[in-house]
């Protein structure tokens, strides 16, 4: 049997888990309101809690085969780890803009692209003014029943150099897993990424595995299409 503790010290495998909670408005068929926070679990950092996120999603388009989601925000002070962690950023001690979006397409057969950006303006009371941090994905999915959906996909982030010269890295990554929806608050995210190129300051590794639960309440209107893209998103965006 391999040591998986053994693999860890040699930087090829990090374990990684996440508790995800949020809350969402519905202010028109077009416009919600949402706040996100979260925990994160992994093999080179321990717990720790992510910065959380207020943001408003606009339904450019929202038909049952096309979605087109744009969502500016801003993060909150609320992480406790300055250190980031490949993939995921470090708390900044400041409060960021932000704005994400994605295009989903399809209806059994999903395919989507994300993108999310954060792009910290000023020094938190750390005096440390994090760089700016973002994502691109592109994924496919299958839509096996209201529940399930898995899906395979790749994944290209990067951050800069924040004000003191460190923290800039760069990752892209082979990414797949699956999103089951227990009912329609509570998710299930297992996920799997693997890098196939890394800039040479990121932290090596062979592949993450990850588990996590996410619960969204819902408030007001009406809804937007569900595609189980971003349930407990392990990138927290």
Do not use: C
């Amino acid at each position: 049997m391999t040591d998986l503790s053994a693999l860890q010290a040699m930087g090829g495998v990090r374990n990684e888990s996440f508790v995800v909670g949020g809350a969402r408005y519905a202010l028109s068929p077009s416009w919600s309101l949402g706040a996100r926070i979260g925990m994160q679990w992994d093999t080179d950092l321990g717990p720790r809690l992510r910065d959380s996120t207020l943001s408003g999603t606009y339904l450019a388009v929202n038909r049952s085969d096309f979605v087109v989601r744009i969502r500016p925000g801003i993060s909150l002070p609320t992480g406790t780890s300055p250190q980031g962690l490949g993939v995921l950023p470090g708390a900044s001690k400041s409060v960021d803009p932000r704005i994400g979006g994605d295009v989903v397409y399809g209806g059994t057969w999903l395919v989507s692209l994300s993108v999310d950006a954060r792009v910290p303006i000023y020094e938190g009371p750390d005096e440390r003014r994090q760089g700016s941090f973002g994502s691109v994905g592109v994924r496919g999915a299958r839509r096996i029943s209201d529940k399930a959906v898995p899906w395979l996909g790749i994944s290209a982030v990067g951050a800069t150099q924040d004000s003191r010269g460190s923290g800039d890295f760069g990752e892209v990554s082979v990414v797949a897993g699956s999103v089951y929806n227990i009912n329609e608050f509570w998710s299930l995210n297992a996920q799997l990424r693997a890098p196939v190129w890394t800039s040479t300051n990121a932290l090596p590794y062979a592949f993450a595995a990850g588990l996590g639960v996410a619960r969204v309440i819902e408030f007001g209107g009406e809804e937007e299409m569900d595609d189980g893209h971003h349930a407990g998103d392990g990138h927290g965006h």
